[in-house]
């Protein structure tokens, strides 16, 4: 149990001493009740209800668009996969539930200094529109205010008290019934907005008015849409059979919230679906909505099972020995595939694209692969995905899922080893859908993946600049630097984030690297070089050089041909001295081959400099040089003839290189492993042609 818990834990069993000791601790009896602080409450008996969803939803939940029209949204037809088995819950004891959300007012009360989050992107202006900007922690601690204020029992309510509440006594998907009346649909989208050039500005905007809306048949406001409200339980998957006053899963990364907000399409706002976001996370979309009643007594689940990639991992570190007695021999393997997901899959893997990936090894040696599995780049469906080699095995194993916050977007991950005993990885964190507004995560592990520390926040702020890209270094100095985009558009460049305290706390360098999705080095005069895609100059990729480590760079032409959409290049210092760059050639780059000819080649390439990126004498396609072969590209909807001339047109690398010298190579689907003396030796002279 972490330090987070056990506060919590005690300061609840503090609260319910206190309480027990108040002769005024009883509940109110009457079916509806106003406290002090003017927030009005009514009274659910006990009973019984479905909880989850397996049934086919209405045509008009399923069948919507995007705010521009152009792009359809991915909705499962019965549901998301987490809102199964369905199973019956029983709730024994009677609550109380807030007619509304907590609005401004309200929460001022308790914490008066919240007033300067009043319109922060524009939203939650007046004294009666719901409170965000509010984290779980904060909103446990209004409700413990509010408990000691009154000498009642003020609580968030669990997810099943939510969902119960939600439902009214209904089987269908709201209790209007299995179709949302608009009115209750404020600016339903994939919003992207506050991220500039890609939102409509002010007008993303909505009113977060409390109870202006029809209430359900159990006279409560505002629980479908508006704002989301934050639930006791941490999140994880259901269990089968009837379940007690149930609480929800022991521990987790996510609290759950319901309900669905602002900026949300009907689907996410039903009475089964579920949110849910890290205890610290707090912005426009989340809100609160207090209960009142004795916590409920069924214990809870166990914590989630390990995940297929974390099992019966050995924790014993190989000397690589054997692979550095080969480092003067070529070694050359690939492609293979390193994602494995079942056709057909919807939920937690999605066989539908499979994309940006992040790469690192183990401090066993094995080494771990994770990328983003979802059916649409921008849906909240998206998830992160994990996939092992384990040491000596050329084949990866089946994917399994790697990390998730419920309904979120979790876009860009990055997979990083210090080199000694911990894994990082990082994961860029939206509010909702897109890829806009991002908070970044950061979770440590110690046993080569087998777990991990628990998610914590290291760039709370949702903004932009912080769409990661797996692109980890050390500098001479100590710091850890890492890119990430600039923004959501291919215009934004690339930023660079920083550490000096190994990774506790983080910040931005301050500069813009010319192009996103960039590649950073750390030359040995201390300086810092940078490829990335768009922004060409003299129709070549762009080059980036800063000397004061990354506040402000210099932009010039590199000698390689551009790169565009579906593809990303990678650039890594290797262990030997040399720097690597892997891309693509859109259009031929010349490569001499052993029999001193030159000739172009097209696809993904290797290239090798000696001097610090002056130069780049050793150029190669990333190929097996066999016979001429089909093989799978991005989501194996194309294929590519791989030989001699030819490699993979597309895909984001990833990259790293383990204590054996090996170079570990990934596209969207496809591994590649190779050594330096491979990239050092001319690709074979051409034979009769194939």
């Known amino acids: 149990m972490n330090r987070t818990m056990n506060r919590t834990t005690i300061r609840a069993a503090m609260l319910a001493l206190f309480l027990a000791s108040l002769p005024g601790a009883d509940l109110p009896v009457e079916k509806r009740f106003t406290n002090s602080v003017g927030m009005e409450f009514v009274r659910l008996e006990p009973g019984t209800f479905l909880m989850g969803n397996d049934r086919a939803l209405a045509d008009s939940v399923l069948k919507v668009t995007e705010g521009d029209g152009k792009r359809a949204v991915w909705l499962p037809a019965t549901g998301d996969y987490d809102e199964r088995p369905v199973h019956p819950v029983r709730l024994t004891r009677p609550y109380y539930l807030g007619v509304s959300e907590v609005t401004n007012e309200q929460y001022e009360r308790f914490d008066p200094r919240h007033v300067n989050f009043r319109g922060k992107f524009g939203f939650s202006i007046d004294p009666d529109e719901a409170v965000v900007f509010v984290s779980w922690r904060e909103a ?80 409560l406001f505002d629980m479908y849409g508006n704002v989301e409200e934050w639930c006791e339980d941490w999140y994880g998957p259901y269990a089968a059979g009837e379940q007690t006053d149930p609480v929800g899963r022991a521990a987790g990364d996510f609290k759950v919230t319901r309900g669905g907000s602002h900026s949300t399409f009907a689907f996410y706002m039903r009475s089964a679906n579920r949110m849910g976001t890290l205890p610290e996370d707090k912005h426009w979309m989340i809100g609160l909505r207090v209960a009142l009643g004795e916590a409920p007594a069924g214990r809870p689940l166990p914590a989630v099972e390990p995940a297929a990639y974390q099992r019966n991992v050995t924790q014993k570190a190989s000397d690589g020995g054997a692979a550095r007695a080969e480092k003067n021999r070529p070694q050359f393997f690939g492609p293979v595939p390193y994602v494995k997901i079942p056709a057909g899959s919807e939920g937690p893997l999605f066989s539908n694209h499979n994309h940006d990936a992040g790469i690192a090894e183990c401090p066993n ?17 998206l998830a992160m995905a ?50 806009g507004p991002l908070a970044v995560i ?12 628990p998610a914590r926040l290291i760039l709370p702020e949702h903004s932009i600049r912080q769409q990661l890209i797996p692109n980890v270094i050390r500098t001479r100095d100590g710091a850890i630097l890492m890119t990430a985009d600039a923004g959501p558009g291919g215009s934004a460049g690339s930023a660079l984030l920083i550490s000096r305290d190994n990774g506790q706390t983080w910040g931005e360098t301050g500069g813009t690297i010319a192009g996103i999705h960039a590649g950073c080095v750390q030359l040995k005069d201390g300086s810092l070089l940078a490829f990335g895609r768009d922004q060409n100059i003299g129709g070549k990729m762009p080059q980036s050089l800063s000397s004061d480590l990354g506040r402000t760079w210099r932009y010039s032409a590199s000698p390689w041909p551009p790169i565009s959409g579906g593809q990303r290049l990678v650039l890594l210092r290797l262990k030997e001295g040399p720097i690597l760059l892997v891309s693509f050639a859109t259009e031929p780059v010349t490569v001499t081959d052993q029999g001193g000819r030159q000739r172009p080649v097209r696809g993904l390439f290797a290239a090798v400099s000696f001097d610090e990126g002056r130069t780049w004498p050793r150029v190669r396609p990333v190929s097996d040089d066999g016979p001429g072969r089909e093989v799978d590209t991005l989501d194996a909807r194309s294929r590519f003839v791989l030989n001699r001339e030819n490699a993979e047109p597309r895909g984001y690398m990833a990259i790293c290189q383990s204590r054996d010298g090996r170079i570990h190579l990934i596209s969207s689907i496809n591994y590649y492993r190779f050594n330096l003396k491979w990239l050092e030796t001319p690709p074979p002279a051409m034979g009769p042609s194939r």
């Open 442 to 453: 950061l979770r440590t592990s110690t046993d080569s993946g087998a777990t991990w520390s």
């Open 386 to 435: 994990a996939s092992r080699l384990r040491r000596g095995s050329d084949q990866w194993e089946p994917a399994s899922p790697f990390w998730d916050a419920p309904d979120r977007n979790d876009h860009a991950p990055a997979l990083w080893f210090d080199g000694k005993k911990t894994l990082f990885h990082f994961n860029s964190l939206s509010t909702a859908a897109t890829w």
């Open 365 to 381: 040696g094995d080494i771990l692969a994770i990328w983003y599995t979802t059916v649409t780049e921008r849906g909240r469906e």
């Open 140 to 219: 446990k601690a209004f409700c413990e205010w509010l408990s000691q204020k009154e000498g009642l029992p003020y609580r968030l309510p669990t997810e099943a008290e939510w969902e119960y509440a939600a439902r009214a006594g209904t089987p269908t998907a709201f209790s209007t019934g299995d179709t949302l009346p608009g009115v209750y649909l404020q600016k339903p989208d994939n919003s992207w907005y506050p991220a500039p050039g890609r939102s409509q500005g002010r007008d993303n905007v909505a009113l977060l008015h409390v109870g202006r809306k029809p209430p359900n048949p159990w006279g």
